[in-house]
């Protein structure tokens, strides 16, 4: 940290400016054609879990020191850390918020700490069918630029994930279409870059867009796409397929489209309801998935 100011100075770099950052990108996390690379030049899969970085909780500083074995247990490298900028609308329905408001202080607290551990964050501006008219706003395009100057450089963030889940519901005015989601997700990227050149960002994949074959224009460097997958509603797959062969399925789109396009996949997003055992298929679905992804290295 510098002194008071709480921001992040890497050595011999230019922090914050829309200039190339000629050290940070030797101490980020940065795509190489179809892989992610560590701040050594070595492939890294990601591996860690993800929530709302405050944990709905004021003592949020004791919640995560709670929760360290079991990350540490897990071997995580990374965690998803979800949240919300303050200008967008709630969803009351929902109950508790799907993501906390961004708090530079406290997100600053769960990086370091995390840092310390060996465990890189993910910044995840968790939409969950919420941020009503966000989605291709030009307000979406200056908050991000806030996080980017914040974070231009920051090696304790592995990536920014630009908006979860773009329903059709959180679109503004100018998007219309499928393709539209992509042309904003090319454009906002463009915009923090102009800030911050070396940091990865991450974009939803299908359903969300079109037809990856049709956005290879769209494309970015150094950019993941994400895809998710939740069985919760689609029980009578497991009458017609083992959870091992629903495996294979979720993750032949990553693979095949990591090496057409030469993008790498994040599985975002899976897991079950309850109960967490064996009696329950989606529970060996989330086994067999991450069995897959280490053998995929999705």
Known sequence: PNGSNNQWVIPNTIVGNAGSIEAAKNLLHHVDSDR???????EVIWRGAGGSYLFHAE????????HLQQIETMESNTVRLA???????????????????????KMDWVLGFLDRHGIKGILDLHNYDVM??????????????????????????????????????????????????????????????EIDPEHIVIWQSQPYVPPLEQIVDYLRPNMVFTFHRWWTDQKWEFDIWTPEQLSYMSLSYAVEYRKKL???????????????NSSNPEWLLTEQHLWRCEEQAV
Not at 36 to 42: A, H, S, T
Not at 59 to 66: E, F, G, I, S, T
């Open 83 to 105: 949240f919300s900028f303050a200008d967008s609308i709630p969803n009351s329905d929902y109950g508790v918020p799907s993501a906390d408001v961004l708090d530079f202080d």
């Open 132 to 193: 009503v008219g966000d989605f291709g706003s030009q307000k979406l395009i200056d908050n991000w630029r806030v996080v980017a100057q914040h974070y231009c450089g920051d090696s304790r963030v592995a990536a920014y994930e630009l908006f979860n889940e773009p329903f059709s519901s959180t679109w503004a005015s100018s998007i219309r279409s499928e393709m539209d989601v992509v042309r904003f997700y090319a454009e906002l990227t463009d915009a923090i870059r």
């Open 36 to 42: 992610i690379l560590d701040e050594n030049g070595k």
């Open 59 to 66: 003592a949020y500083m004791q919640v995560w020191q709670d």
């Open 262 to 276: 030469g993008v790498p996949f994040w599985f975002g997003e899976f897991g079950s309801n309850v109960p967490f």
